[in-house]
């Protein structure tokens, strides 16, 4: 599936954003200090501290499956359970990583949209005090979900009411929280503490960085295994500047907004332009930078050879189209055109 055009295939698909590379760039001077000893790392600290408040601790990683396996095990025992919606990341594209490396059982749970509830959490979360079950001990939403639907704040601040009054934890995936908070026009730091949230993953590398992932804290920090756990995860680097100023980069100067936001208004842009086109359907709200659809199996895959993209669902024939930081208004109508021209073929 490799090409050189921008496609709809994903939003990993895309390139640097121009301030990002060149804020790498710009750490790229003489030598400093390894592992995150270095300025550009505190500098990174202080703006997520900046958005998320001062409580937040924050562990830079590599990638989103590890900052996800990191945060996790900062909650986790292996005899206990994470309750996560059946589409969500960590139970379907992460190759059973959480599983493998935390010894904990997923507890996959049926969205109509993406989105847990306290009702559904409370249904799969049962066993408690027996020693035959696994014990539930964590909630997992994710942010933007998988179908690309957003939480509101306010269903986000109940999920994490349920989850305290249980004696459970709240941990959100926040690979694509950029292009939530974008979407709600609310700050990222209204789905930390002040959501009830313990523990999140940060996205960096699908809303313009080459690759920063981060897990964020709110937690007390003494006695907080984190720094150990992402190391024995291999989650440190040890040139931890180049990834740091990445997100100096993102959270400076509103980037991480302007980003997903643009990507946002070109998923809806998508969205309106096939709405129109007689037999297709759009499956879910386009809430963030994300469209299903549902298409003839041979009109997907004619487009496929001209504009890569995946198939969600090969059952129903839903695909997914993914807008990023750099698609264009010109990419999006010559899709929408694209796909008009094959329908009526």
């Known amino acids: 599936m490799t090409t050189a055009q921008r496609t709809f295939a994903s939003d990993n698909f895309s390139g640097i954003h121009r301030d990002v590379l060149a804020a790498i760039a710009g750490a790229n001077v003489d030598h400093a200090p390894a592992y995150g000893d270095d300025p550009v790392t505190a500098d990174a600290v202080r703006l997520f501290r900046q958005h998320f408040g001062d409580d937040a601790e924050v562990f830079l990683a590599f990638n989103g499956s590890g900052a996800n396996v990191v945060g996790l095990q900062s909650l986790l025992r292996p005899f206990e359970a994470v309750i996560c919606a059946e589409s969500a990341h960590i139970n379907v594209d992460e190759c059973g990583a959480p599983e493998r490396f935390l010894g904990s059982k997923l507890i996959a ?32 939403v994710t942010q933007s979900t998988e179908v690309g639907t957003c939480y509101t704040v306010e269903q986000v601040i109940a999920l994490g009411r349920w989850a305290h009054e249980h004696g459970m934890w709240l941990h959100l995936d ?75 980069a993102l959270l400076s100067d509103g980037l991480w907004r302007s980003n997903a936001a643009h990507a946002n208004a070109m998923a809806r842009r998508l969205a309106d332009g096939v709405a129109d086109v007689p037999g297709v359907t759009v499956a879910y709200p386009v809430e963030a930078n994300g469209v299903f659809a549902v298409l003839p199996p041979a009109v997907t895959a004619s487009l496929q050879r001209h504009h890569p993209f995946y198939v969600w669902d090969e059952g129903t024939g839903m695909v997914r189209w993914m807008a990023s930081f750099d698609t264009t208004e010109q990419d999006v109508d010559a899709f929408v055109g694209l796909v008009a021209a094959e329908m009526a073929s």
């Not at 949209?113 to 539930?136: I, M, N, R, S």
């Not at 002040?194 to 007390?220: I, Q, R, Y």
């Open 109 to 140: 749970v049926a969205t109509p949209d993406g989105k847990l509830t306290p009702d559904l959490v409370e249904a799969a979360a049962v066993g408690t005090g027996d020693e035959h079950h696994v014990q539930p001990r964590v909630v997992s």
């Open 174 to 248: 926040g690979a694509r929280l950029s292009n939530a908070a974008a979407s709600l026009g609310v700050g990222l730091g209204a789905f930390g503490s002040a959501a009830g949230v313990d523990v999140l993953s940060f996205g960096g590398t699908k809303n313009g960085a080459m690759g920063a992932e981060a897990v964020v804290s709110f937690l007390p920090a003494d006695g907080s295994p984190l720094r150990y756990i992402r190391k024995q995860s291999m989650q440190l680097a040890s040139k931890m500047r180049f990834v740091s100023a990445q997100f100096v």
